[in-house]
T-cell receptor, first 113, second 113 residues
Framework: DAGITQSPRHKVTETGTPVTLRCHQT?????MYWYRQDPGHGLRLIHY???????DKGEVSDGYSVSRSKTEDFLLTLESATSSQTSVYFC????????????FGPGTRLTVT | SQQGEEDPQALSIQEGENATMNCSYK?????LQWYRQNSGRGLVHLIL?????REKHSGRLRVTLDTSKKSSSLLITASRAADTASYFC?????????????FGEGTQLTVNP
């Protein structure tokens, strides 16, 4: 998985609790992305980062926030988890830009009860 | 709405046969990419074809791009059981809200031994 780790790999949480997912890369790539994957929707971009402290919204950003204080780490936070945020979350990185090859982490399966 | 849509949604073939998957998209692109996802894993980049290219090969993979028809195909020759996976096409989208790589919902390929 191209030097990308995600933690935790599985999480079950209750509605209303905050949740933070972590993506860590060892490739020193500039761009990092958070996607969610749901049946019937494919992969959808939540947020992305184009450098340290530089982030922007994706297609489905409501209810999510991100932070990137170091090149290697990109955090995704659900401030108050809802059942609709039950999904598999993937982190990805790319060296050049969003429309070049992206390398994906192994995913985090999040269940909100 | 999805920029890239794969067809068929599911494909089942015998080992040794060829598998063809198609992708259609709606707006002009810089390039088109194909990814593979094994069950429970992250996506793996297979091949990128630029908008000024018509065909590209990588091992047993052959990708074609027809920008006039806004379509691409992925051909896997001499398929193996290990090729069983979901295959996604991805294209870049530029919208007023920003730019991103957008994925279709994928074709589920099953190669029977």
């Amino acid at each position: 998985d191209a030097g990308i780790t995600q933690s935790p790999r599985h999480k079950v949480t209750e509605t209303g609790t905050p949740v933070t997912l972590r993506c860590h890369q060892t490739e020193n790539h500039r761009y990092m992305y958070w996607y969610r994957q749901d049946p019937g929707h494919g992969l959808r971009l939540i947020h992305y980062s184009y450098g340290v402290k530089d982030t922007d919204k994706g297609e489905v950003s409501d209810g999510y926030s991100v932070s990137r204080s170091k090149t290697e780490d990109f955090l995704l936070t659900l401030e108050s988890a809802t059942s609709s945020q039950t999904s598999v979350y993937f982190c990805a990185i790319s060296e050049v830009g969003y429309y070049y090859e992206q390398y994906f982490g192994p995913g985090t399966r999040l269940t909100v009860t | 709405s999805q920029q890239g849509e794969e067809d068929p949604q599911a494909l089942s073939i015998q080992e040794g046969e060829n598998a063809t998957m198609n992708c259609s998209y709606k707006t002009s692109i810089n390039n088109l990419q194909w990814y593979r996802q094994n069950s429970g894993r992250g996506l793996v980049h297979l091949i990128l074809i630029r908008s000024n290219e018509r065909e590209k090969h990588s091992g047993r993979l052959r990708v074609t791009l027809d920008t006039s028809k806004k379509s691409s195909s992925l051909l896997i020759t001499a398929s193996r059981a290990a090729d069983t996976a979901s295959y996604f096409c991805a294209t870049d989208v530029r919208e007023t809200s920003g730019s991103r790589l957008t994925f279709g919902e994928g074709t589920q390929l099953t190669v029977n031994p």
